[in-house]
């Protein structure tokens, strides 16, 4: 099978500008995320970034904020300035180096929702981003918390997709009697849960249902939806028959479909650390119209090298028809975006 060697646009990477990260620098009491920012140069060094990319022809980011998000840094009073800045930083690159970043997805304060609001439609409408990013969580609260649900309506009237990033610290502990989560289990077993929670919040509050036009991208293919589609499909097909405290058995006719049917709605991306067998997975579930390329530049040792080699290559190994791979690394994520597709 032909191997693709056109243009490619990475969905998901992430970037913190000069300004912003002196600022996050300054407000940062999690030394375990300042650590993290340090060891990664290509973080934040622009020039490097740039230079590592060269590598690829034809090869393109989407950028977005790195965490700690600024709902996460600060209090309502003080998020929306933060976020302000980061977005700005982000556009201005955009600006500089089209050719090199087309597109930019904004941070919103969303511990401040009339903020949040506002952020959303300067950013789209006078910033030119192309989406948003939001968090699994707002310190606590779940995104299906009627108070957000305005932020998933503007989303549909802006008609720009909505980047799910997973967010956990080492707290809360993975067993009660611990004080934290241990050995980094927080992040890499507990990230890919956080999205499957929330997704699957999203799903069973009827937010999709609700909003059949919004598009939300997740974060390391779906995280465990894929893998565990059989154990979802036939215990969500009895939803309501383990809870004695509340009827859900309302589910299934809101939802128009099988609960795990639901879940196919969402996109998923490659940052999956350059496992074949995990984009599989992903495509079998998703389907190759809503699976678009993305590495998680630049968190590797080599500052997003590694990935973007070995997520190409994985793609590479399984034999896709040309058309197939065009989508994948490319066609999805510019019809998200309403950039031009590459012929």
């Known amino acids: 099978m032909t191997a693709y060697s056109g243009p490619m646009l990475d969905a998901f990477t992430h970037f913190m500008p000069a300004e912003y990260l002196r600022r996050v620098f300054a407000l940062l009491t999690n030394r375990d995320f300042e650590k993290r920012i340090r060891s990664l140069p290509m973080l934040h060094d622009l020039d490097r970034r740039i230079e590592m990319m060269s590598r690829w022809p034809g090869y393109q980011q989407v950028l977005s904020l790195a965490q700690p998000s600024a709902d996460n840094l600060c209090g309502p009073e003080d998020s929306p300035a933060l976020a302000r800045i980061g977005n700005d930083g982000l556009a201005e690159i955009v600006r500089r180096h089209p050719d090199r970043f087309p597109a930019f997805v904004a941070s919103l304060p969303l ?84 999205t499957s929670v929330a997704m699957a919040r999203l799903v069973f509050s009827g937010v999709l249902t609700r909003l059949p036009a919004l598009k939300i991208v997740t974060h390391h293919l779906g995280a465990m939806i894929p893998f565990l589609e059989g154990r979802i499909g036939g215990l969500w097909d009895q939803i309501g028959s383990k809870s004695a405290d509340e009827d859900l058995s309302y589910i299934p006719e809101m939802l128009g479909c099988r609960p795990v049917d ?16 995990s984009i599989r997975c992903g495509l079998d579930f998703f389907g190759d119209e809503h699976v678009v390329f993305a590495t998680d530049c630049p968190f590797d040792p080599e500052g997003g090298a590694v990935l973007i080699r070995d997520t190409i290559a994985a793609i590479h190994r399984l034999g896709l028809p040309l058309d197939v791979q065009r989508k994948i690394f490319h066609g999805n994520t510019a019809r998200l975006l309403k950039l031009p597709v590459a012929a």
């Open 111 to 194: 511990n401040n929702v009339p903020e949040a609001l506002k952020e959303f439609e300067r950013v789209v409408r006078e910033l030119g981003a192309s989406g948003v990013q939001i968090d699994t969580h707002v310190q606590g609260a779940p995104l299906d918390d009627p108070q957000y649900f305005c932020l998933f309506e503007k989303a549909v009237e802006l008609d720009v997709p909505i980047w799910l990033h997973p967010h956990r610290g080492n707290r809360p502990p993975d067993y009660p009697r611990e004080e934290k989560s241990r050995y980094e289990i927080w992040q890499v077993l507990g990230w890919p849960y956080e």
């Open 262 to 277: 639901a879940f196919r709605r969402f996109y998923g991306d490659t940052a999956v650390g350059g496992s074949s067998s």
